[in-house]
């Protein structure tokens, strides 16, 4: 006959485990050295849309494929934040001003992808709607730089949110 414990779920110690903090400090820097290595390509793209000159179906397939590779690094940090079980307890609090601009970011990158897979069926037609969506693509990649420059400036700023953090939780524990 079957044991009651046989029916308890037991969960491995490293899921409930928290990292050290310079563990933590560690991956969100390469977090961020992943998300600064895309932040190129989202220049060129909006170099690319802001320009007068045509844009061809290909130009739309590489923006739309920088997209991809912007989503993917932005994903797997959002994750991290989102984990806040295994977060140092002093972060926990810190992660929400990085974690709007890291879900701002994906929705941009999702809204950006539509509207380039729109654009590309229709970039070389001279018409006012392609010229308003081309102006709309442009101001969603000056958000997108924006965001991205944001996200690296808050990543700056954490290790000295964290110290101050630290000192308050030592002075409140005195």
């Known amino acids: 006959?079957?044991?009651?414990?046989?029916?308890?779920?037991k969960w491995p110690k490293s899921a409930t485990s928290r990292l050290l903090l310079d563990n933590f400090i560690t991956q969100v820097q390469k977090h961020r050295k992943d998300i600064l290595a895309t932040q190129g390509s989202v220049l060129y793209a909006l170099d690319l849309f802001s320009e007068g000159e045509g844009i061809w179906p290909d130009n739309c397939d590489e923006v739309i494929d920088t997209m991809h590779k912007v989503s993917e690094p932005i994903r797997e940090f959002c994750g991290l934040l989102d984990s806040h079980v295994q977060l140092p307890a002093v972060v926990s609090p810190l992660r929400y001003p990085l974690m709007k601009t890291?879900?701002?970011?994906?929705e941009l990158v999702n809204e950006l992808s539509l509207l380039l897979t729109i654009f590309r069926s229709v970039c070389r037609l001279p018409s006012r709607k392609v010229f308003t969506q081309r102006r709309e693509i442009q101001s969603k990649?000056?958000?997108?730089?924006?965001s991205l420059e944001e996200i690296d400036q808050n990543v700056d700023k954490l290790p000295e949110r964290v110290d101050f953090q630290v000192l308050l939780l030592s002075k409140v524990q005195l």
């Open 1 to 9: 006959m079957p044991d009651e414990k046989d029916n308890v779920i």
């Open 102 to 106: 890291l879900y701002h970011v994906d």
């Open 141 to 146: 990649l000056e958000s997108l730089a924006q």
